[in-house]
């Protein structure tokens, strides 16, 4: 068919497209092949249109092995073609051309917290004994004409590990800085190391504005991120299941973030008071938690983030449904409706129902985009949520 020309064959079963022959000639590649300058549409339906994937020059790089989606008729700049031809279109299995569906999810609206008592034994869970910093500042560059970059390494909670944390300060403006805590996506999971951090893609895209503007950013490396992986499954920040050790894991991450703050209060060019959370994606999804155990944090911004909506069952003791009610501080929600990583009717919007922030405290900004929403749209909402709640940089 004509279509052939126009659309890349979209193998579900985790492979890409290809433009050689046979079935087996089709399980010899991996998704990383379609990796290029722009994602490509593919053939099969989805929900709300089109399957697209590959993975563009300004999206993070586990995008290129996911299976997204878009209306037929978006026209980005990131979208492309491949041709294809199919020698022995016969010999490959129907499902390959098959319609593109959700598996099943929770129903968050029809599920009941657990009760005031119940949950401050989990919240209990997160808290640790004060112990001395130590805290070293092991490098300073001044390179940036916007920023000094520090890179600190202080005690962690647990294990005599040290946490690393990078901290942009920024530069002509007066302390004490309102600062912007950083959650990253899931990249920070696969990546080695944070050196050179200043030219991370998430750093540029996500966090830079902040900086710019006046505001201190703090990029921690996390349990299981970057140096700290510690031969950890890059796997088990999305394995949400039953275990000990997905649940061991979920409470170092937050006992690091919460450590995070210790640190921050000893600065005096941090304002304590004005402390804010911003997640992406992973963090995004852990931004409907983290709140709720740690009052340090004034406002959320949440970006391509949502509860987890797929059945798979994890302790309640880190489950979402337990923490989302409890987390009341302001927070702004950005999202895009074709998001497939976190869906949007599945998982951003009953987050935003759920919290217990005041609706006048809470908004959610839908975009017609999916995991990645428009960087100008994100300097300029997040930007005007950390005016509205700490004040415009002096």
Request: net charge neutral; proline share 5%.
């Amino acid at each position: 068919m004509l279509y052939h020309l126009f659309f890349s064959l979209c193998n579900f079963g985790g492979r890409g497209p290809v433009s050689t022959g046979t079935t087996e000639a089709i399980t010899q590649f991996g998704v990383y092949d379609m990796a290029g300058n722009v994602r490509e549409w593919c053939w099969n339906e989805s929900e709300k249109g089109r399957c697209i994937r590959g993975g563009a020059w300004n999206d993070v790089h586990y995008m290129y092995g996911s299976i997204t989606q878009a209306d037929p008729f978006d026209r980005s700049v990131k979208n492309g073609i491949r041709c294809v031809i199919y020698p022995e279109k016969g010999k490959i299995p129907a499902s390959f051309f098959a319609s593109k569906t959700t598996g099943k999810t929770r129903n968050f609206y029809k599920e009941t917290p657990v009760s005031d008592s119940i949950f401050n034994i989990y919240k209990d869970m997160f808290t640790y004994d004060k112990m001395d910093l130590k805290a070293v500042v092991e490098e300073t560059n001044e390179r940036s004409s916007h920023w000094i970059h520090q890179k600190i390494t202080f005690s962690a909670a647990y294990d005599d590990e040290r946490i690393i944390i990078h901290l942009f300060l920024p530069r002509n403006i007066s302390p004490p800085y309102q600062t912007v805590i950083y959650f990253p996506g899931s990249s920070s999971v696969y990546i080695p190391t944070s050196d050179g951090i200043e030219d991370y893609i998430e750093f540029l895209m996500k966090l830079s504005h902040f900086v710019k503007d006046g505001r201190a950013v703090v990029y921690p490396v996390y349990k299981g991120t970057f140096e700290r992986r510690d031969g950890l499954p890059g796997s088990l920040h999305f394995r949400r299941d039953e275990s000990h050790e997905y649940k061991d894991y979920i409470v170092k991450v937050v006992k690091d973030f919460k450590r995070v703050i210790d640190y921050l209060e000893t600065r005096p060019d941090i304002d304590a008071e004005k402390m804010a959370y911003f997640g992406v994606s992973w963090g995004g999804i852990l931004g409907s938690m983290i709140p709720a155990v740690e009052e340090r944090i004034k406002i959320a911004i949440i970006d391509a983030g949502g509860l987890e909506p797929f059945e798979q069952n994890t302790k309640p003791e880190v489950d979402s449904i337990n923490y989302v009610s409890r987390v009341t501080i302001p927070t702004l929600m950005l999202h895009g409706r074709f998001d497939t990583n976190v869906s949007y009717d599945k998982a951003a919007k009953p987050m935003f129902d759920l919290l217990g922030t005041l609706e006048k405290d809470k908004k959610l900004i839908v975009y017609e985009t999916d995991h990645i929403i428009p960087r100008k749209e994100l300097i300029k909402e997040s930007l005007k949520w950390l005016d509205r709640y700490f004040g415009p940089v002096k």
